[in-house]
């Protein structure tokens, strides 16, 4: 059974940092694309960032400059590291993994449960 657990999340002041992290887990074979996305009440799920297995790194205009997404592959885990954060960055975050759990079986795509961050002003 493969499964995507994150941590990280709560309240913080506006201006504050948080760290997200988010392991993957399970019989995997090979991870491809990481990121995390975010859902604010009433709105769509959005991308903040992701990050290839090479290290490519993509982000929304909104973070960029603010937030940093990293991953150690030793690991199978990827972090999002927010800085400076805001009242609009509330929302539940979700992490997301493009993975293959056999050498033969196409890539797929995983979401972790998510996780509450709320920006205080």
């Known amino acids: 059974q493969v499964q995507l657990v994150e941590s990280g999340g709560g309240l913080v002041q506006a201006g504050g940092s948080l760290r997200l992290s988010c392991a993957a887990s399970?019989?995997?074979?090979?991870?491809?694309?990481m990121g995390w996305y975010r859902q604010a009440p009433g709105k769509p799920r959005e991308l903040v960032a992701h990050?290839?297995?090479?290290?490519?790194?993509n982000y929304v205009d909104s973070v960029k400059g603010r937030f940093t997404i990293s991953r150690d592959n030793a690991k199978n885990t990827v972090y999002l590291q927010m800085n400076s954060l805001k009242p609009e960055d509330t929302a539940v975050y979700y992490c997301?993994?493009?993975?293959?759990?056999?050498?033969?079986?196409?890539?797929?795509?995983?979401w972790g449960q998510g996780t509450q961050v709320t920006v205080s002003s």
């Open positions: 399970g019989s995997i074979f090979s991870i491809n694309t």
């Open positions: 997301n993994a493009n993975m293959s759990v056999t050498m033969w079986s196409f890539p797929v795509d995983y």
């Open positions: 990050i290839t297995s090479g290290g490519r790194t």
